[in-house]
T-cell receptor
């Protein structure tokens, strides 16, 4: 499969703590994106990082990319109950118009 | 600006029937992609249309087909439904010919009995 793998599959933390989730993929990419999905709904784009970038920030989100290890991490700082959702990484793998999604990390933030 | 609209939200069909799902992209978006999401297989790419042409196709049997109209609205059709087709079908639109960011609809939950 060309899909990525996310780790951990599930994560439970207290409000205010940081949450880190990791994504690994198999082939070379142009960019990697992270999406959030609330239970049974559509996905919402969070952040995009290009293959020539190593780190990117957006609000409470910090994404890193290591193309030599074919891996990325998403850090959510000072988490809130509203961050409870599933998080997916997506890669384009040199085809700009077709994306491969990871298996997702289910994050539960307890109030 | 209205988001991506998918209809219907829920659908129940029986094996052997066929189904058509509809997707209206964000106004001005010319690319529409379809994904199937199941607990076991995750999100899998079905196909992508741009300006009424299918540009990419995933590894699904020919029972899965789609089309895009001149107003960018898209439909996907599944014929001869099987139990394994039960899934959340997600449509996503993008404004650019070279897609970077996908805007997803809320999906159609299809149950095949």
């Amino acid at each position: 499969s060309q899909q990525g793998e996310e780790d951990p599959q599930a994560l439970s933390i207290q409000e205010g703590e940081n949450a880190t989730m990791n994504c690994s993929y198999k082939t070379s990419i142009n960019n990697l994106q992270w999406y959030r999905q609330n239970s049974g709904r559509g996905l919402v784009h969070l952040i995009l990082i290009r293959s020539n970038e190593r780190e990117k920030h957006s609000g409470r989100l910090r994404v890193t990319l290591d193309t030599s290890k074919k891996s990325s991490s998403l850090l959510i700082t000072a988490s809130r109950a509203a961050d409870t959702a599933s998080y997916f990484c997506a890669t384009d793998q040199y085809n700009f118009n077709k994306f491969y999604f990871g298996s997702g990390t289910k994050l539960n933030v307890k109030p | 600006k209205a988001g991506v609209t998918q209809t219907p939200r829920y659908l129940i069909k029986t094996r052997g029937q066929q189904v058509t799902l509809s997707c209206s992209p964000i106004s001005g978006h010319r690319s529409v992609s379809w994904y199937q999401q199941t607990p076991g297989q995750g999100l899998q790419f079905l196909f992508e249309y741009f300006s009424e042409t299918q540009r990419n196709k995933g590894n699904f049997p020919g029972r899965f087909s789609g089309r895009q109209f001149s107003n960018s609205r898209s439909e996907m059709n599944v014929s001869t439904l099987e139990l394994g087709d039960s899934a959340l079908y997600l449509c996503a639109s993008s404004s650019r010919g070279q897609i970077e960011k996908l805007f997803f609809g809320s999906g159609t939950q299809l149950s095949v009995l």
